[in-house]
């Protein structure tokens, strides 16, 4: 059975460039979520995928964005980066509300 | 709203001792989740016992315990037999039904270092 994959492991970006996280969700899981971890805090939800629906959202801006594919890995977009965006990004695959299994996370600086 | 609350940003226990990690919550739905996770200086999230509010005893797996007092509203994890290699950050967390999704809400974790 293959775990959570995110890439890429580390990512260096300048203040309004756009980026994009990849996801693969573990084997028989359709639903992935979103986290932010900012240094010294816990993850903060950014955003839910289910059937290649977004189904629930935080408290993020709409630059954040996000889509699910028919083999139900992800992808996050952020656009017009901010300072503020530099973060672990969190990816977590379940099925539907089962437990949220993580991958190892995309290291994002920016600027 | 759900909120979760560590209220220990660090501790220290000797190989072998075991230790209690507290936890408390606060909700105001009937039916809920709480987790335990683990997160290594690598940074990946590692799913460690479950607890859901309906369930009469409580969890264990392994050296895992979770201490679950749904009066009181807390969610303390108890490793025993502490080992080197659970050095890390600990986060309590709480699954939240919204409508038609849920989502994990997080505490802002407490780092374990375990001594030889």
């Known amino acids: 059975e293959t775990g959570v994959t995110q890439s890429p492991t580390h990512l260096i970006k300048t203040r309004g460039q756009q980026v994009t996280l990849r996801c693969s969700s573990q084997s028989g899981h359709n639903t992935v979520s979103w986290y932010q971890q900012a240094l010294g805090q816990g993850p903060q939800f950014i955003f839910q995928y289910y059937r290649e629906e977004e189904n629930g959202r935080g408290n993020f801006p709409p630059r954040f964005s996000g889509l699910q594919f028919p083999n139900y890995s992800s992808e996050l977009n952020v656009n017009a980066l901010e300072l503020d965006d530099s973060a672990l990004y969190l990816c977590?695959?379940?099925?539907?509300?089962?437990?949220?299994?993580f991958g190892p996370g995309t290291r994002l600086t920016v600027l | 709203a759900q909120k979760i609350t560590q209220t220990q940003p660090g501790m220290f226990v000797q190989e072998k001792e075991a230790v209690t990690l507290d936890c408390t919550y606060d909700?105001?739905?009937?039916?809920?989740?709480l987790f335990w996770y683990k997160q290594p200086s690598s940074g990946e999230m590692i799913f460690l016992i479950y607890q859901g509010s309906y369930d009469q005893q409580n969890a264990t797996e392994g050296r895992y315990s979770l201490n679950f007092q749904k009066a009181r509203k807390s969610a303390n994890l108890v490793i025993s037999a502490s080992q080197l290699g659970d050095s890390a950050m600990y986060f309590c967390a709480m699954r939240a039904r919204n409508s038609g999704y849920s989502t994990l809400t997080f505490g802002k974790g407490t780092m374990l270092l375990v001594s030889p």
């Open positions: 977590a695959s379940s099925l539907m509300s089962d437990t949220q299994y």
């Open positions: 909700t105001s739905d009937p039916s809920y989740g």
